[in-house]
């Protein structure tokens, strides 16, 4: 009978599942190796996955080519101007950077009191009060950092800008503090610096949206200008490239316009600081990439030292079933009969142990993903392995299981039936 | 049915040969019951496996059937081995996770036979040798007469045209030996030709026709007055 069409005879793989079954010992030690590999090679892909999907989300709340430039001081005198001046901003400058860079999708100058300059005002709602940072933000920058707004409430819009209405949206935490439970905060008053804001958003705090805590006030841009006095000047801007431009060439674009534009030394790295989320994130996306790497490495290496071990325990079980062979040769199975039955019960062991690994492998990375779905802090999410990978995993272990099947096949076979008769 | 001419065989050992079979001329007839016989080393037990090619001779030729059986490789002489030989071995050689039927039924399995077609046939042939209501029994939990009745099942399962038997009666004690011989001369008075190795003369007697080796040749070849059991 044809070898090849062995292979897909319902008889053969009776004879190789009556083989496997009935040695149960046998088939669980074989087994258990590959078993092992994959179930690795799929806990450690999967783990990395879900790390790198908790990163993406921890950053979810920034566009990944967004960036900030703020305004330090001069270090080198320039066309007149003495080192140690504060080149600050002015709002026309937004245009001006904007034509020069036309890779800038959006530009959102804010205006900070707290935070970074000075101390938080305080901001009192009837008998309470508390120390809050407070913004001023045009409405691009929610398209910069998402800003997730309560039912009912809204963001600053053109409108507040144009017309510098006094309105804040005011974070969960100043609301808790500043507003009994149960309390519709919507449509109330706060005060800051004896002005009174009338509250039209609450914002849900997400980790990694950026700055900011669970407490900020923010108020339009125009309005903050004019409480504090400002002008049109301003010391610090979010700026956010459209998808297709690469955040490191972004940020060195803007801060060499910057400097023309301020009229800064070239050479003046101190003028401006800047940060830039992109190769922040980049270099996370490294980090997971390797891991994601070394678990492709680790798991390909365990899968390689368990299809050996099947080849090991096929060989052992070939050299335990000589007599066996042999009597099956001796009533009239060809060498080629024997061969495929050999590779094929390797295989399928292979297969077999394989899926079970995928499973349980599953299972595991089910339970971590619960276990972990609670912890804010622990960047995890949705840990689960690419189809590809799986697959990928999947032929490796077929092809491997059946080269090292062959070893077992060939000794099966390469002892003359006189001789496996004569072994007891 | 079998013509055996000037068959040498010799076996390599290290440095030295061994020489196992010194030119054996030597012929069976259809239905003809033949004991071989000689002592440990004679060359009975070569001579049997390479009538069952599952070794090879030397020098000589060697016709199964008015086939010739020469230059075989390893595949086809499995296919005649199938179709032609059935084998019964002094230890039974029976595959010990497999029950009755199951054993009897492989070498129609090899043979390409249909599953349910192979177990009508396998339970027939255990009935013949009076093992139908053990057919789901493993080997472990038959006796030692009752494996030896599996295995000639199995051996005649694929309608051989030649029984080999090698010692059969070998590992059994005498009542079962009774038996066997019994089982085997039935076999035999319905037209299947039959070689026995044995070193045992009673054995032998229960033949038609005793063959004596000694030494690698034939020393003795005549034609007995069968010992025909009955009533065991």
């Known amino acids: 009978m044809n070898s090849l069409k062995k292979v897909f005879d319902r008889d053969t793989w009776d004879e190789i599942f009556e083989s496997i079954s009935k040695n149960k010992t046998r088939t669980i030690i074989t087994t258990i190796g590959v078993f092992w590999g994959i179930f690795i090679y799929i806990a450690l892909a999967g783990s990395a996955t879900g790390l790198e999907n908790g990163f993406n989300e921890a950053f979810s709340g920034l566009s990944k080519n967004s960036m900030g430039v703020f305004v330090q001081r001069t270090s080198i005198p320039y066309k007149g101007f003495e080192e140690g001046r504060q080149p600050l901003f002015r709002l026309n400058d937004v245009d001006k950077l904007k034509s020069r860079v036309p890779e800038i999708q959006f530009v959102a100058p804010g205006l900070q009191a707290g935070a970074f300059t000075g101390s938080p005002p305080l901001v009192t709602r009837g008998t309470r009060s508390d120390n809050f940072n407070v913004f001023g933000n045009f409405p691009s920058y929610s398209k910069i950092s998402v800003v997730n707004i309560f039912d009912g409430g809204r963001y600053i819009n053109e409108q507040d800008i144009k017309y510098e209405r006094k309105v804040a949206v005011i974070g969960e935490g100043t609301q808790e503090r500043l507003f009994t439970e149960g309390e519709d905060p919507l449509g109330q008053y706060i005060e800051i610096n004896n002005v009174n804001f009338k509250v039209i958003g609450v914002t849900k705090f997400s980790q990694g949206s950026g700055f900011g805590s669970d407490s900020d006030v923010t108020i339009p841009y125009t309005t903050f200008a004019k409480l504090y006095n400002r002008g049109d000047q301003f010391g610090f801007m979010f700026i956010a490239g459209y998808d297709y431009v690469n955040p490191n060439y972004l940020e060195e674009t803007v801060l060499s316009n910057l400097r023309v534009i301020k009229t800064v030394s070239p050479e003046d790295e101190r003028a401006f600081g800047s940060f830039n989320i992109g190769a922040l994130f980049e270099s996370i996306i490294k980090f997971t990439k390797g891991m994601v790497f070394l678990s492709l490495v680790v798991g390909i290496a365990t899968i390689f030292a368990g299809v ?37 019960e390797s295989v399928f062991l292979t297969i077999l142990a394989g899926i079970i690994g995928i499973i349980v492998g599953a299972f595991l990375l089910f339970v971590i993903n619960i276990g972990t779905a609670g912890l804010e802090d622990f960047p995890f999410t949705n840990p689960t392995v690419p189809l590809a990978i799986v697959f990928g995993a999947f032929i490796t272990m077929v092809t491997l299981g059946t080269l090292i099947g062959l070893i077992p096949a060939e000794r099966a076979v390469s002892i003359k039936p006189i001789e496996a008769l004569r072994e007891e | 049915m079998i013509e055996i001419n000037n068959l040498h065989k010799s076996y390599e050992m290290g440095s030295s040969s061994l020489h196992v079979l010194k030119g054996i001329d030597f012929s069976v007839n259809d239905g003809e019951l033949v004991a071989i016989m000689g002592s440990s080393g004679s060359g009975k037990s070569t001579l049997l496996n390479i009538l069952g090619m599952l070794d090879t001779s030397d020098n000589g030729t060697y016709d199964l059937d008015k086939i010739r059986i020469a230059d075989m490789d ?18 039974f050689n029976l595959i010990n996770y497999k029950n009755a039927l199951e054993n009897v039924a492989l070498p129609l399995y090899y043979q390409g036979i249909p599953r349910k077609e192979r177990q009508v046939t396998a339970l027939n042939y255990l009935d013949k040798v009076g ?28 309608n051989p045209k030649v029984l080999l038997a090698d010692e059969p009666t070998g590992a059994l004690d005498s009542k079962t030996s009774m038996e066997v011989m019994a089982l085997i001369q039935k076999i035999n008075n319905e037209g299947k030709t039959i070689l026995v190795v044995t070193h045992e003369q009673d054995i032998a007697e229960m ?26």
């Open chain 2, 207 to 232: 033949c038609k026709r005793i063959v004596r080796l000694r030494d690698g040749v034939i020393v003795e070849d005549k034609k007995v007055k069968q010992n025909i059991i009955k009533n065991v």
């Open chain 1, 308 to 344: 050996i071990g099947i080849g090991n325990i096929m060989l052992i079980a070939v050299k335990e079933r000589t007599n066996e062979l042999g009597i099956r040769r001796a009533l009239g199975a060809t060498p080629g009969e024997v061969k495929v039955q050999i590779v094929l």
């Open chain 2, 74 to 91: 390893e595949k086809k002489a499995a296919n005649y081995r199938n179709k032609f030989l059935g084998f019964v071995f002094q230890s």
């Open chain 2, 131 to 158: 093992l139908k209501d053990w057919s789901d029994h493993l080997p472990s939990e038959l006796s030692g007469g009752q494996k030896q009745r599996v295995a000639i099942a199995r051996a005649l399962a694929s």
